[in-house]
């Protein structure tokens, strides 16, 4: 029988991830396979956004996070429409359940509260809309401190270069409008 020692600062990292994993994360299995949300923290909107439209869509959910709400159902509804807007009405109670359950509760002040799924998704874009700032800020600041050091190739520090400045095109930033000369 062996016996393992490990050390207090050790136990105590292994806790916090256990506590990490099971307060951050909502998880949940579709068809045997794991999908896990990552909760709202305030600083990670991107993987939390990333995380519920994956979650939707693996789940077939997603119709009211990608559709605008279909018109009421009327006497003349044919049986399309009615199963068009049963789909829809299930899939937005749906978003909405597993979007507010994966934000903090702190997070939730100020979020509207009688609106679809895909209305809530706008308004909590448009409150972490400026957190895509920061990614810019951070994007540029290396870019622009980047120095070749004579470790590598020149190919790999350019194609490291182009890298960055792809991922600051996504964010829709044009270098020239940036650049500020002295």
């Not at 509207?112 to 400026?130: F, G, N, Q």
Request: hydrophobic letters at 40%.
């Amino acid at each position: 029988m062996c016996a393992y020692t490990v050390s207090s600062d050790t136990l105590f990292t292994l806790i916090m991830l256990i506590l990490y994993i099971a307060y951050f994360t909502v998880t949940f299995s579709v068809n045997n396979n794991m999908v896990t949300i990552e909760v709202l923290t305030g600083s990670n909107f991107k993987k939390w956004k990333e995380d519920i439209k994956f979650a939707m869509e693996m789940t077939d959910v997603d119709l009211s996070l990608v559709t605008d709400k279909p018109g009421d159902l009327t006497v003349a509804s044919t049986d399309d429409e009615k199963l068009v807007h049963a789909a829809w009405m299930k899939s937005n109670r749906i978003c909405l359940l597993s979007m507010r359950r994966s934000i903090l509760d702190h997070l939730k002040s100020g979020l509207p509260t009688d609106c679809t799924a895909k209305e809530l998704m706008t308004a909590i874009s448009e409150r972490y809309r400026v957190s895509s700032n920061a990614d810019i800020g951070s994007l540029l600041q290396v870019l622009f401190n980047m120095k070749y050091d004579g470790n590598g190739g020149v190919r790999d520090y350019v194609i490291h270069m182009v890298d960055y400045q792809t991922k600051l095109k996504a964010l829709k930033v044009d270098l020239l409008d940036t650049c500020i000369v002295h």
